[in-house]
Nanobody, 121 residues
Framework: QVQLVESGGGLVQAGGSLRLSCAAS????????MGWYRQTPGKQRELVAA???????NYADSVKGRFTISRDNAKNTVNLQMNSLKPEDTAVYYC???????????????WGQGTQVTVSS
Protein backbone atom coordinates (compact mmCIF):
# COMPACT_ATOMS: atom_id res chain seq x y z
CA GLN A 1 0.00 0.00 0.00
CA VAL A 2 1.17 3.49 -0.81
CA GLN A 3 1.54 5.88 2.07
CA LEU A 4 2.48 9.55 2.15
CA VAL A 5 3.93 10.68 5.44
CA GLU A 6 4.29 14.37 6.19
CA SER A 7 6.48 16.01 8.76
CA GLY A 8 7.71 19.44 9.73
CA GLY A 9 4.52 21.18 10.71
CA GLY A 10 4.25 23.15 13.88
CA LEU A 11 3.86 26.54 15.48
CA VAL A 12 5.94 29.46 14.34
CA GLN A 13 5.82 33.20 14.75
CA ALA A 14 5.05 35.50 11.86
CA GLY A 15 8.11 36.02 9.73
CA GLY A 16 9.55 32.69 10.67
CA SER A 17 10.20 29.60 8.60
CA LEU A 18 9.19 25.98 8.47
CA ARG A 19 10.17 23.13 6.22
CA LEU A 20 7.61 20.48 5.39
CA SER A 21 8.65 17.09 4.12
CA CYS A 22 6.68 14.28 2.58
CA ALA A 23 7.88 10.79 1.82
CA ALA A 24 6.02 8.32 -0.34
CA SER A 25 6.50 4.68 0.51
CA UNK A 26 5.15 1.35 -0.62
CA UNK A 27 5.08 -0.36 -3.96
CA UNK A 28 5.60 2.46 -6.43
CA UNK A 29 6.65 2.31 -10.02
CA UNK A 30 6.91 6.04 -10.56
CA UNK A 31 5.60 9.36 -9.35
CA UNK A 32 4.53 12.05 -11.74
CA UNK A 33 3.60 15.34 -10.11
CA MET A 34 3.88 15.97 -6.38
CA GLY A 35 2.55 18.92 -4.50
CA TRP A 36 1.28 20.59 -1.40
CA TYR A 37 -2.24 21.75 -0.70
CA ARG A 38 -3.64 23.53 2.30
CA GLN A 39 -7.02 23.98 3.86
CA THR A 40 -8.46 26.13 6.61
CA PRO A 41 -11.95 25.97 8.14
CA GLY A 42 -12.92 29.13 6.29
CA LYS A 43 -11.53 28.24 2.90
CA GLN A 44 -11.59 25.50 0.33
CA ARG A 45 -8.53 23.38 -0.18
CA GLU A 46 -6.10 25.17 -2.43
CA LEU A 47 -2.96 24.28 -4.26
CA VAL A 48 0.09 25.77 -2.62
CA ALA A 49 2.83 24.42 -4.83
CA ALA A 50 3.40 21.57 -7.24
CA UNK A 51 6.38 20.07 -8.97
CA UNK A 52 6.64 17.65 -11.85
CA UNK A 53 9.08 14.79 -12.14
CA UNK A 54 11.09 17.01 -14.47
CA UNK A 55 11.34 19.80 -11.94
CA UNK A 56 8.81 22.27 -13.30
CA UNK A 57 7.09 24.14 -10.48
CA ASN A 58 3.86 25.97 -9.94
CA TYR A 59 2.99 28.20 -6.99
CA ALA A 60 -0.08 29.88 -5.68
CA ASP A 61 0.20 33.62 -6.02
CA SER A 62 -0.17 34.02 -2.28
CA VAL A 63 3.04 32.10 -1.58
CA LYS A 64 5.13 32.95 -4.59
CA GLY A 65 8.48 34.31 -3.56
CA ARG A 66 8.15 32.94 -0.05
CA PHE A 67 7.75 29.20 -0.51
CA THR A 68 9.96 26.83 -2.44
CA ILE A 69 9.01 23.31 -3.45
CA SER A 70 11.59 20.67 -4.24
CA ARG A 71 11.73 16.93 -4.67
CA ASP A 72 14.09 14.02 -4.66
CA ASN A 73 12.96 11.56 -7.29
CA ALA A 74 15.27 8.85 -6.05
CA LYS A 75 13.79 9.01 -2.56
CA ASN A 76 10.21 9.77 -3.61
CA THR A 77 10.12 12.79 -1.36
CA VAL A 78 8.87 16.32 -1.75
CA ASN A 79 9.67 19.30 0.45
CA LEU A 80 8.18 22.71 0.98
CA GLN A 81 10.41 25.40 2.39
CA MET A 82 8.20 28.11 3.83
CA ASN A 83 9.79 31.45 4.62
CA SER A 84 8.37 34.77 5.77
CA LEU A 85 5.34 33.02 7.13
CA LYS A 86 2.18 34.99 7.71
CA PRO A 87 -0.80 34.28 9.96
CA GLU A 88 -2.88 33.66 6.86
CA ASP A 89 -0.60 30.74 6.03
CA THR A 90 -2.10 28.91 8.98
CA ALA A 91 -3.74 25.76 7.68
CA VAL A 92 -3.54 22.03 7.46
CA TYR A 93 -1.05 21.22 4.75
CA TYR A 94 -1.52 18.10 2.68
CA CYS A 95 1.01 16.31 0.57
CA UNK A 96 -0.27 14.90 -2.70
CA UNK A 97 1.26 12.74 -5.37
CA UNK A 98 0.25 11.35 -8.72
CA UNK A 99 1.54 7.81 -8.55
CA UNK A 100 1.86 4.91 -10.95
CA UNK A 101 1.87 1.73 -8.90
CA UNK A 102 2.70 -0.68 -11.70
CA UNK A 103 4.18 -0.03 -15.08
CA UNK A 104 1.43 0.53 -17.60
CA UNK A 105 -1.25 1.23 -15.02
CA UNK A 106 -3.17 4.47 -14.90
CA UNK A 107 -1.80 6.95 -12.34
CA UNK A 108 -3.80 7.66 -9.23
CA UNK A 109 -3.77 10.53 -6.76
CA UNK A 110 -2.64 9.85 -3.22
CA TRP A 111 -2.83 12.13 -0.21
CA GLY A 112 -1.07 12.43 3.08
CA GLN A 113 -2.90 12.76 6.35
CA GLY A 114 -2.06 16.43 6.68
CA THR A 115 0.15 18.40 9.02
CA GLN A 116 -0.87 21.48 10.94
CA VAL A 117 0.97 24.73 10.37
CA THR A 118 0.12 27.55 12.72
CA VAL A 119 1.59 31.02 12.35
CA SER A 120 1.08 33.36 15.26
CA SER A 121 0.91 37.12 14.88
Amino acid sequence: QVQLVESGGGLVQAGGSLRLSCAASGIIFSINAMGWYRQTPGKQRELVAAITSGGSTNYADSVKGRFTISRDNAKNTVNLQMNSLKPEDTAVYYCAADIVLVRGWVPSDYWGQGTQVTVSS
